[in-house]
Antibody, heavy 115, light 112 residues
Framework: EVQLLESGGGLVQPGGSLRLSCAAS????????MSWVRQAPGKGLEWVSL????????YYADSVKGRFTISRDSSKNTLYLQMNSLRVEDTAVYYC????????WGQGTLVTVSS | DIVMTQSPDSLAVSLGERATINCKSS????????????LAWYQHKPGQPPKLLIS???TRQSGVPDRFTGSGSGTDFTLTISSLQAEDVAVYYC????????FGQGTKVAIK
């Protein structure tokens, strides 16, 4: 059974940093692209970042480019999102998701950026 | 960047009636080398992660009821729910995965 479990969310002040993790199981992690997608309160889904299966290719939404870094550790079957220079508008539930298109999703982790 | 635009933003349909959602991309998501449209549809209910309904514009995922149908090619796509059920109340999103990813703004489906 495919499982994706996000962690690392929480409350952080504007300008602060946070690292999200997504522990994957039930599939061959190194064979699939992985994404982060977020949903701000009352808003729609927003794609945040994507990493290819090998980890060599990364892509970012313009809204997070230069502030967020996606990475993966195939030895740990874990996806990461390093978030720096956080803004109030980054407040959202962050989901990790597998594949192209995204066929399995985690339950999400809430990130709140507030002073 | 590819921009995805859905219409309408919301719709209310009687139980058993048809619901139609449109999605337009700012550039083609049809890859000529394999003749595949890199277009997906998701269903999102409150408190749950999104659920992939349809990939490649028209391929229903395993376990998705056949009342959900995806159609279209190139830049214009449609999701049709042939006979709306109470459990179909949700927000529906189209997504292109031709070049990175982009979601449409979502269409909220309710019962009339």
């Amino acid at each position: 059974e495919v499982q994706l479990l996000e962690s690392g969310g929480g409350l952080v002040q504007p300008g602060g940093s946070l690292r999200l993790s997504c522990a994957a199981s039930g599939f061959s992690f190194s064979d699939y692209a992985m994404s982060w997608v977020r949903q701000a309160p009352g808003k729609g889904l927003e794609w945040v970042s994507l990493i290819g299966a090998s980890g060599n290719d990364t892509y970012y939404a313009d809204s997070v480019k230069g502030r967020f870094t996606i990475s993966r550790d195939s030895s740990k079957n874990t996806l990461y999102l390093q978030m720096n220079s956080l803004r109030v508008e980054d407040t959202a539930v962050y989901y990790c998701a597998k594949g192209r298109p995204e066929d399995y999703w985690g339950q999400g982790t809430l990130v709140t950026v507030s002073s | 960047d590819i921009v995805m635009t859905q219409s309408p933003d919301s719709l209310a349909v009687s139980l058993g009636e048809r619901a139609t959602i449109n999605c337009k991309s700012s550039q083609t998501v049809l890859y000529s080398s394999n003749n595949k449209n890199y277009l997906a549809w998701y269903q999102h209910k409150p408190g749950q992660p999104p659920k992939l309904l349809i990939s490649w514009a028209s391929t229903r995922q395993s376990g998705v009821p056949d009342r959900f149908t995806g159609s279209g090619s190139g830049t214009d796509f449609t999701l049709t729910i042939s006979s709306l059920q109470a459990e179909d109340v949700a927000v529906y999103y189209c997504q292109q995965y031709f070049n990175a990813r982009t979601f449409g703004q979502g269409t909220k489906v309710a019962i009339k």
